[in-house]
DNA sequence: TTTTGGTTCAAACGTATGTTTCATACGAAC
DNA sequence: GTTCGTATGAAACATACGTTTGAACCAAAA
């Protein structure tokens, strides 16, 4: 069984590294905030940094479960030629549902924050946690899109599978930012809005004429 | 004039920034990598927030200051209805070479990092930074592409150019993320080079009909 | 009741951080 | 040659960090 304790230094964890950072959040301000002794982190992890890995993997798991899946549906109704949009959708609807939803009723905090620090933060903690948990899916995914669009050579289909990507990591903090640009005219409080925003805009990108 | 000592705590400053991010690099390494006492950066600049600051300013200016000179050529061409691919290149090309350039010779550090810093740390250093710096640019670029997309919804408008900005931003460190996940196939060492891989792809996202 | 194994706790460990101090060195102005 | 303001230097400042320690706790097993 899961101790309480280790859920609760990961749920304060997961907050704090969202709003500060890696190497900005201690692990002082970690218990403290999960009410938790200060040697509790290093008794039921081992180090800061393994916690950190564990906060990751505890979120990305499942995210990329759900991803293959849906992605695993939309190959299965097209096996030949699969439909972009669904694949689209199939990566970015699990992440940007958990990037939309706030952590906890009395804390806002976006997930997207945590998975910025993890796309950016320049440990190799972060590059540890990415290569394990992405990895794979990523290859499955672009595959998948080059069966989509045969036609592409295979460098223009890398770099835009790498817009594509650029894309959904910043929407995945887009509310606060969309917010403050359009003086508070736009408020966008759940993941399906965003992809209604976001899907027609990257399948152009992807299918455009790459010479014009 | 500039003091040497000011200019050598700046250029080491801007390396270890970037490799490491802000908190995650002391001051002790950033005096040891220039050459210079550690008192140094406090007679200097005051603070190491007031460092990064400077570290910032000093790259983004010249840059905003290209962006406006260029946005200014594309709107004097066509003032009723700009090119939007003129608008696009005039936001990302000054800041995409930069991204492209070793900051010097002996340490191959690409600046597109340090912008991610300023990005996604979520120091209020960086936010005020990225305030000063960015936000009459941003605007003046917005209104640009409101009168080069005229019937394109308020609100439509506001996500499409967050997507553009979420794709440069994070082309602006593609060149080791393109050669990792391409299996080193794909070297892109100029800003020209992924342009001409990003605009058509921006361009056909911008204008792509909302509703399919 | 005693013993055990897992858990929590306060305290201290050694090290690293940003900042400050004060003495020294340098060069131009008088 | 002396003076003065700027710049550098070595050392210490107080604080914060991640980690370790060893005693205390406590439910379940013996």
Redesign the pocket.
Known sequence: MQ????TRILDAAEILLAQNGL?A?????ITEAAN?????????F????ALIHAVFARRLAPVNERRLAMLDQVLKANPKRPKIRGILRAFALPILETAFQPTNEKCPVQLGALMIRLYTEPAQVVERSFNEQMASTARRFVSALHAALPKLDNEVLYWRTHFCVGCLVHTMHARPILLAVSNGTIQCDNAEEALEQMLPFLEAGLTSASNS
Do not use: D
């Not at 101790?3 to 280790?6: A, L, R, V």
């Not at 959040?25 to 301000?29: F, G, I, K, L």
């Open positions: 101790s309480e304790t280790k190497s959040t201690s692990m002082r301000a938790v002794n200060l040697a509790a982190i290093n008794y039921h081992g180090s800061k940094e």
